[in-house]
């Protein structure tokens, strides 16, 4: 009988103290990002182009009747000082600058005389969330062929990344402006006031800027070859 007093004791006090130890709140921060298609991906590591878009969580749990407080830290490699501190259980935030960002949770909870913190020490012994933002990358064509055979049918840019600002524009040789666009995924059908026009050497202006405090300039011709096949899909260029 008394064994089994014993453990029927011992089974309370280990519960007791498995649920006293749940009962203390804890923080396991993550993002969603957004890239510039609209595609997510959740986790504590990204790298990728700007401009993108974070939904970070604390995810914090067993807070109970504790006081919380959030500070999100946002500092890029290498810095000290955080350029931007967020006072929110969960926030947004859009990434223009090019290099790894590192983003920290500071949290703290107060019960009456109980205090417990996340801030510098866990930190040094945990993962931060690391968002690693590329340099900027811009690369015009020369010519295009919109001539129905689904190939190079729409003059727009090469290659890009990390672009904050852009802003192409057609002319022809006159100076008329036939065509403008502001997102580098567009482009210029060939098309002026819903017509074709004709096959001839046309003039491009882009003006752009990266998230790496690059400026792009660019002024070309554009070719515009309407009688070009290419049935392997391949480049004219460029």
Not at 147 to 170: M, P, R
């Amino acid at each position: 009988m008394k064994i089994k007093q014993i453990f029927t004791l011992s089974v309370v006090l280990l519960t007791t103290l498995c649920a006293s130890a749940q009962q203390y709140p804890s923080i396991n921060p993550t993002a969603v990002f957004t890239n510039a298609e609209g595609q997510e991906e959740t986790g504590t590591i990204y790298s990728g182009s700007a401009p993108l878009t974070a939904r970070f969580y604390a995810y914090a749990e067993n807070v109970g009747t504790y006081n919380a407080t959030y500070e999100w830290h946002f500092t890029l490699e290498g810095e000290k000082e955080p350029y931007l501190v967020r006072y929110e259980e969960d926030t947004n935030y859009t990434f223009t600058k090019a290099g790894t960002h590192i983003v920290e949770l500071y949290a703290t909870f107060i019960q009456g005389t109980d205090t417990i913190r996340y801030t510098e020490e866990y930190w040094l012994e945990n993962v931060p969330i690391k968002v690693t933002i590329s340099e900027s990358i811009l690369e015009m064509p020369n010519a295009f062929s919109p001539n129905g055979d689904q190939w190079n049918e729409v003059y727009k840019a090469k290659k890009y990344q990390s672009l904050t600002e852009f802003h192409a524009y057609i002319f022809n040789r006159w100076g008329q402006k036939l065509y403008e666009w502001h997102d580098p995924a567009g482009g210029w059908d060939g098309k002026f006031n819903g017509k074709d026009v004709k096959q001839g050497v046309y003039f491009v202006l882009v003006k752009a800027k990266g998230a790496d405090g690059r400026e792009y300039n660019i002024r070309r011709d554009v070719n515009l070859l309407r009688g070009y096949t290419d049935a392997e899909g391949g480049s004219l260029e460029q």
